[in-house]
């Protein structure tokens, strides 16, 4: 039966004897006769009086217990996000496989590959590759300087924004500075491609790509000198030496009256800036000046 029909006739007091059993079993009917119940417990006017029904009805509708919907999908979503965030931790963690190393302004670092080879970083520098594709493709990115001693097997690649080395078991230097890209040989033989040239290098051969412009040389080191705290030059613009000066001291130069284009050859030291900054204005006929601790400005005339 309906139960607002039934609700109606037992306010007005008008069940059949049928109506009235089938009204006691239902389940809202000890909350309806609740509401009667206290409401006996009020007066008003000396006299009380039963609800009509629309009255007792709205009244039922404000009193009764809400119902909260079981809301099913949020423990699934719930579930679901942390299943994505799982995977995410896995993916990121776990499965992370590059590996970079970098230095900063007047710092060296040595670090050694999957393979045994060795790659020491010169000033402000950085590698970066893939450990576990190392065993198949032996691949590690440069910016910057690096020398290189590596163990003999596969291929072994050095990919810089300006060219690639190969090699498979050699000594090597390789310099890459803005629009400078140098790489010289010190034990074995080494493929270079750059600037649409590729070059065979043996032990004593120097490959460089300079403002676009190339050209060869020889080397009788065994080593780069700056793995000596020695930074060495041979016609280089001087600007690039300036710029050297910066990386190893960790300080600003301002220069006035200078032609960055003139060629240096020589060599300074990274353990006394003084020294430093001698070894290079007197060949060249400059002078300078320190301002602060980190800021030097070099002259283009003698005062």
Known sequence: M????LLKKWLNDELSDTEKEAFLQSDDYSFYKDIID??????????????DFET????YQSQKPKVKKLKWLNPLLRVASIVVIGFALYFTIFQETTIEIKTLAHEQTTIELPDASIVTLNAKSQV???????????????AGEAFFIVSKGNTFDVITKDGKVTVVGTQFNV????????????????????????KTLNAGDTYRFLDSEFSESKTILK???WTKNKSSFESVPLKEVIAELERQYDIKITTKQLDGSRLFTGVFTHNNLENALMSVSQPMNLTYEINTANQ?????NKR
Request: charged share 30%.
């Open 2 to 5: 309906d139960k607002d029909y």
């Open 38 to 51: 206290n409401a006996n417990h009020f007066k008003a006017s000396n006299f009380s009086k039963a609800e």
């Open 56 to 59: 007792f009805n709205a009244k």
């Open 128 to 142: 970066s590759y893939d450990k576990k594709a190392w065993s198949k493709h032996r691949k590690i990115k440069l």
């Open 175 to 198: 310099k890459q500075r803005d629009n400078y890209f140098e790489v010289k040989c010190f034990e074995g033989v080494v493929k270079v491609t750059s600037q649409f040239i590729t």
């Open 223 to 225: 080593e780069p000198q």
């Open 296 to 300: 030097v400005v070099i002259h283009g």
